[in-house]
C-alpha cells in the first residue's frame, strides 16, 4: 500500500522557537491533511490543502502542498507549551463515488516536546 | 461545527463477551465514516469504511465477523468487537468525511480505549 514518510519522528524544542516537520509520499495525492493528537484523544483537523503549490495558515502555523503533489510541509512558529503533542501527516485518495473514497493514509507522527 | 462523538470513551470487558462503540456526526450528515485502531505511539491505521445503507468495506486482514459495523443512519456508525479478547485491546477511533464545498475532509471522534481482561 501506500506509505509516507513523516519526519523528524520526534523534536524536543524550547519555547518560542520554530518548528518544521515534512512528509513525503512515493505517489500522488489530491489532498494533504495535518493533524494533531493529544494523549488520549482524537486527532484534531489543522489544515487541509487542496490545491498544488498552496499555502496555507492557521494562526501561527504554515502548511505548503507541494508542487509534485507528493509532499507537504508544516511549520509552527514560535512555538508554546500547548504545542505539545503528535502531528500527523496525512494524504487522502481522490473521491472518485464507490465505497473506497476519501481514505486517508497516515504519516507515522511527529512527536513534539516544547519545554518552557 | 463538525463535531463527531463516540460513546463510550472507555471499556473494560472480560474475554469472550462483546463490545459495541458508538460513533455519531453531531452537527452534519456522513454518508461515509471511518474506523480505525491506534496502539500506544503508533500512527492510525484503517479498519473498515462504513457507508450508509450498504456493507462495509474491510482492510485486508481485519475480520469482518470479528467487527461488525453497521452505518444504520447519516449521523451514526457502530462497531461491535465480537468475542473480544485480549489481543483486541486498543484505542478505537472513528471519523466521519465532511463535504466541504468540491472538497473532503475527515473529522474525528475522540476514541474509545478498550480493555479485555
Known amino acids: 500500500g501506500q506509505q509516507l514518510n513523516q519526519s523528524p519522528q520526534s523534536m524536543f524544542i524550547q519555547e518560542g522557537e520554530d518548528v518544521s516537520m515534512n512528509c513525503t509520499s512515493s505517489?500522488?495525492?489530491?489532498?494533504w491533511l495535518w493533524y494533531k493528537q493529544d494523549p488520549g484523544e482524537g486527532p484534531v483537523l489543522l489544515i487541509a490543502?487542496?490545491?498544488?503549490?498552496e499555502l496555507t495558515s492557521n494562526g501561527r502555523l504554515t502548511a505548503q502542498f507541494g508542487i509534485t503533489r507528493k509532499d507537504s510541509f508544516l511549520n509552527i512558529s514560535a512555538s508554546i507549551p500547548s504545542d505539545v503533542g503528535i502531528y500527523f501527516c496525512?494524504?487522502?485518495?481522490?473521491?472518485?463515488?464507490?465505497?473506497?473514497?476519501?481514505?486517508?493514509?497516515f504519516g507515522q507522527g511527529t512527536i513534539l516536546t516544547v519545554h518552557p | 461545527g463538525a463535531v463527531v462523538s463516540q460513546h463510550p470513551s472507555w471499556v473494560i470487558c472480560k474475554s469472550g463477551t462483546s463490545v459495541k462503540i458508538e460513533c455519531r456526526s453531531l452537527?452534519?450528515?456522513?454518508?461515509?465514516m471511518f474506523w480505525y485502531r491506534q496502539f500506544p505511539k503508533q500512527s492510525l491505521m484503517l479498519m473498515a469504511t462504513?457507508?450508509?445503507?450498504?456493507?462495509?468495506?474491510?482492510e485486508q486482514g481485519v475480520e469482518k465477523d470479528k467487527f461488525l459495523i453497521n452505518h444504520a443512519s447519516l449521523t451514526l456508525s457502530t462497531l461491535t468487537v465480537t468475542s473480544a479478547h485480549p489481543e483486541d485491546s486498543s484505542f478505537y477511533i472513528c471519523?466521519?468525511?465532511?463535504?466541504?464545498?468540491?472538497?473532503?475532509?475527515?473529522?474525528f471522534g475522540p476514541g474509545t480505549r478498550l480493555t479485555v481482561t
Open positions: 452537527d452534519f450528515q456522513a454518508t461515509t
Open positions: 462504513s457507508n450508509e445503507g450498504s456493507k462495509a468495506t474491510y
Open positions: 490543502l487542496y490545491k498544488a503549490g
Open positions: 496525512a494524504g487522502q485518495e481522490a473521491y472518485a463515488g464507490g465505497t473506497s473514497y476519501g481514505k486517508l493514509t
Open positions: 505517489s500522488i495525492f489530491n489532498t
Open positions: 471519523s466521519a468525511l465532511l463535504r466541504a464545498g468540491a472538497n473532503y475532509e475527515q473529522y
